[in-house]
């Protein structure tokens, strides 16, 4: 959930439903998402069983959640699925089938799928556990770019975000980059890019409050 609101998730998969617990949190997310990016973002959750009983309660919430039952997998679900372009996925997270060589097809799959320029994001459970065999040498193959991230409770977390298309030498603060003039009008920093003291920040340069955003 905090993750999908912080990148302003639009799409999301889940692969490994079980009862649902965090298909819920994802769907929020995406939901609140909408709402602030006046968005039509839609949570997918594939699963090899029946969830319909899922289905009904995120319906009853009002949630953009579809869930989707592929007896044959989520691989062959990927292999066949018309609904999701080229890099219009922002996250996904799989816990389903733990074998290496299924996991490795999942990525493989899904990577074309998911945004780059370090917008997307692909997450696995058990890093740690029955998916290690699998994560390490993903996130070391030179077809993928990825920045990536384990932590090591609860069997292992671990997040692989898509860089391909980033481009490393672009300045986001500072003089030169494009975040300045927003900082300035924040009061947070000086004209010159450089921080201003605490007792500073949310002043104008004169020292004055600065009204509210949305506020005249």
Not at 156 to 167: H, P, S
Request: with cysteine.
């Amino acid at each position: 959930y905090a993750l999908g609101r912080v990148i302003g998730v639009h799409n999301v998969i889940e692969i490994g439903i079980a009862e649902g617990y965090s298909s819920g949190f994802m769907a929020w997310a995406v939901k609140e998402c909408n709402t602030r990016y006046a968005a039509n973002g839609r949570f997918y959750g594939i699963d090899i069983g029946n969830k319909e009983y899922i289905q009904q309660q995120h319906d009853k919430a009002g949630l953009p959640s579809i869930f989707i039952q592929d007896v044959q997998g989520s691989v062959h679900w990927l292999e066949n699925q018309k609904i999701l372009g080229p890099e219009t996925v922002d996250l996904v997270f799989i816990d389903g089938l733990h074998q290496t060589e299924y996991v490795t097809r999942e990525v493989e799959l899904l990577y074309p799928l998911v945004k780059g320029n370090g917008n997307g994001y692909i997450c696995l459970h058990d890093v740690y556990s029955t998916v290690e065999e699998a994560f390490l040498p993903i996130a070391k193959d030179p077809k993928y770019q990825f920045e990536v991230m384990r932590f090591l409770p609860n069997y292992g977390f671990g997040i692989l975000r898509k860089m391909e298309g980033y481009d490393h030498k672009k300045v986001f603060w500072g003089p030169e980059g494009d975040q300045t003039d927003l900082a300035v009008a924040a009061g947070i920093c000086n004209p010159d890019g450089s921080l201003r003291p605490p007792e500073l920040q949310g002043l104008a340069q004169d020292g004055k409050p600065l009204v509210p955003w949305g506020v005249k």
